[in-house]
């Protein structure tokens, strides 16, 4: 009797007299779909779980070796922050506050004073010009004298304990020999506590 025939005459309510071939099919086939049903309702899931665990796991390697690294470089990186902190306390040091910019206007007028100058024109600009954290004071000078007399006033300047720089700078002769310089003189000072704040609400 073929399979054909075997699957005809067998009692669906009776697998125990089912031909051992017959069985074996069915066992196989309710094997598959039981696996198949384990995949879809459960092991699915925790095979994407898995995968999320094992991204999770990765990116927690790599913030652990970031966090090593940043660790193992805490004492450089707070040498570092210390350097900066002193050398931006230095700068501060040499702007001057609002009311100390009246005295460097006048350090800057003795310094061409004393090297023998006549000023033609000494004009501070009527407004500052304000940034984040500093103003800038732009002068307007000329003045007239000998060569070594206008380039030792210069580096007067350049030597003042307060920073200020000498900008479009121009050079020509004048009368009796001598020369006429006309520059722009920038002097800075750091911003007060409230200035500061104001800044930062007006570039809101």
């Not at 099919?25 to 899931?45: C, E, N, P, S, T």
């Not at 501070?124 to 103003?135: G, S, V």
């Not at 003042?160 to 900008?167: A, F, M, S």
Request: charged share 20%; glycine share 4%; hydrophobic share 40%.
């Amino acid at each position: 009797m073929n399979m054909l025939e075997e699957l005809r005459h067998i009692d669906p309510n009776d697998p125990g007299k089912w031909p051992s071939s017959i069985r074996m099919i069915a066992l196989l086939f309710l094997l598959i779909v039981i696996i198949g049903a384990g995949y879809y309702f459960v092991w699915q899931d925790q095979l994407n779980n898995l995968e999320n665990i094992r991204s999770e796991e990765q990116t927690l390697k790599d913030t652990y070796l970031v966090k090593k690294r940043s660790a193992v470089n805490l004492p450089i990186l707070k040498q570092q922050l210390n350097d900066i902190e002193q050398s931006l306390s230095a700068l501060l040091k040499q702007l001057p506050n609002k009311s100390e910019m009246e005295a460097l206007l006048v350090d800057i007028n003795q310094a061409g004073l004393g090297r023998g100058l006549q000023f033609e024109l000494f004009k501070p600009a009527e407004n500052e010009i304000l940034h984040e954290f500093y103003a800038e004071l732009p002068v307007s000078i000329r003045v007239t004298g000998g060569y070594h007399d206008i380039s030792s006033f210069a580096s007067d300047i350049a030597q003042l304990p307060r920073i200020v720089t000498l900008n479009d700078i121009n050079v020509v002769p004048g009368s009796d020999n001598l020369l006429m310089l006309d520059a722009v003189a920038k002097t800075f000072r750091y911003l007060d506590e409230n200035e500061v704040i104001d800044q930062g609400v007006q570039s809101q």
